[in-house]
Structures are given as C-alpha cells and as structure tokens.
C-alpha cells in the first residue's frame, strides 16, 4: 500500500517555465510534508515544508500548496532555472511519534535551456 | 565539514558475503535511519533508531541488522547478500523535537 503517491514521475519544463508536482496522502494521521530534491551521486536534501494548519508556503521560487480536505499537497517552482533539474520527493510523517518519511516514488525534473 | 557521513561510498561484493556501512552524524542528532533507494529511485525506510528504541520496517529481511555503538553512528551490517540487496542505501539523522531529517550522501552497493 503506498501511502505517498506523487505525479508526474517526469517532468521537462522550459527555462523560465512553472515547474508543477503533485503528491496525494492517504493517511489523515500526518502532519507532516516535506519535500526534498536529489541532485545525481547525492543524498536527498530538504528544499520545503508545510504543516497541515497553513494552505500554502512560500520561500523564493519555491512554493508548496496544501490542500487538507483533498489529502493533497503540491510544489511549484516559478522561474525554473537549469540548475533546478534534480528528482523530487513529496514525503509526509508524523512529528510527534518521531516516524520515519514515508516518501513518493519521485520525479525527475529537466529544465531546458 | 560533513554533518552526516557515510563510508564506503561505493562497495561491491558477491552474493553470500556479509558487509557493513557505517554512519556518522556530528550534529548532536538523536535519532537516525537507514533508508533504501532502488533502481527506480524509491526511497523506502528500513530502520528508525535512538538510543532508547530500534523500529525495524516488517518488510526488512531479518540478514539486515542496525548497530549503534553510540548516539552519533548507527552501522548496518547485511549478510548473506542477495542480488536483490543491490541499491544505494541513505543514513539521516533528526534532532528529537525537529523535523528535518539530514541525508547522507549514499552508499552504492552492487552485489554481484
């Protein structure tokens, strides 16, 4: 059972493009979802994060949207650059009980130039 | 300076043999995890520690086995290595309290 579903698994996007990501939760225990970006030959780093008590976050390019009632959350990446192509994860945990990620199965972001 | 490192960053070996990665944090983490990442990218957990209780994902083969002779490394030994073992294998680390978790930059294990 996959907890963490993520869609597209790939995603090519023009230079200056909105990059869009979407993950889909099924377990209403979680409160909370990261995202992280994976560079190739690296570990997986934290880009963003939101709790389930705001709709939306924002930090530079970056913005993740969260929709509690759909048990939906998504990343957008304004202005994607070159430099942005890296697989992304959704994950989603629970804070208090001290869980483990339970991660998307990732997308492969190609931004062309 | 490396917050969380893990050696070797590549090892290949046969089927049958048993080999260890090791883990270090220097960030003063309480709890850190071992994680895999299959050919198709997926990262799946496989162990949760600190240094009061191991949670083992029912799913991991009982040849895996976490060590931690400290609060700063948690080593995975694997025996009787399997094909199917083949992947790259992440160490994180999380600060009680905090959420972010801070990866490793991998070990790539082939088992030939």
């Known amino acids: 059972q996959q907890q963490v579903k993520q869609s597209p698994q790939s995603l090519i996007v023009q230079k200056g493009g909105i990059s869009i990501i979407n993950c889909a939760y099924e377990n209403t225990a979680f409160d909370y979802f990261p995202w992280y970006q994976q560079f190739p030959g690296k570990g997986p780093a934290l880009l963003i994060a939101i709790r389930p008590d705001v709709s939306e976050k924002k930090e530079g390019r970056f913005t993740i949207s969260f929709n509690k009632s759909a048990k939906q959350f998504s990343l957008h990446i304004m202005d994607s650059q070159p430099g942005d192509s890296a697989t992304y994860f959704c994950?989603?945990?629970?804070?208090?009980?001290?869980?483990?990620?339970?991660f998307g199965k990732g997308t492969t972001l190609s931004v062309s130039s | 300076d490396t917050a969380v490192s893990q050696t070797p960053k590549y090892l290949v070996t046969q089927m049958g043999n048993d080999k260890s990665i090791k883990c270090e944090q220097n960030l003063g983490h309480d709890t850190m995890y071992w994680y895999k990442q299959d050919s198709k990218k997926f990262l799946k957990i496989m162990f949760s520690?600190?240094?009061?209780?191991?949670?083992i994902n029912e799913t991991v083969p009982n040849r895996f086995s976490p060590k931690s002779p400290d609060k700063a490394h948690l080593n995975l030994h694997i025996n009787s290595l399997e094909l199917g073992d083949s992947a790259v294998y992440f160490c994180?680390?999380?600060?009680?309290?905090?959420?972010?978790?801070?990866f490793g930059a991998g070990t790539r294990l082939s088992v030939l």
């Open positions: 994950a989603a945990s629970i804070i208090q009980a001290g869980t483990a990620l339970i």
């Open positions: 994180a680390s999380r600060q009680a309290g905090k959420n972010i978790q801070y």
């Open positions: 520690y600190n240094n009061k209780e191991l949670i």
